[in-house]
């Protein structure tokens, strides 16, 4: 069964599908230092979100 990289980089892929499955990369927020960690959260939710929709699907 084939890999598809979503966002290669030189290191890595910040998602791989296999089959039926997405699999993210550890995801970080990138905003400003010293956000809450309920920013940070939605920042990074959201980041997982935009990789689920490159890959044609979310999280339901």
Do not use: C, F, W
């Not at 980089?9 to 990138?30: D, F, K, P, W």
């Amino acid at each position: 069964m084939a890999l598809k990289r979503i966002q290669v980089g030189e290191r890595m892929s910040q998602a791989v599908i296999h089959g039926n499955t997405v699999y993210t990369a550890g995801q970080v927020a990138l905003g400003a230092p010293g956000e809450s960690a309920a920013d940070q959260t939605r920042d990074i939710l959201s980041r997982i979100d935009a990789l689920l929709s490159e890959a044609g699907t979310d999280k339901s």
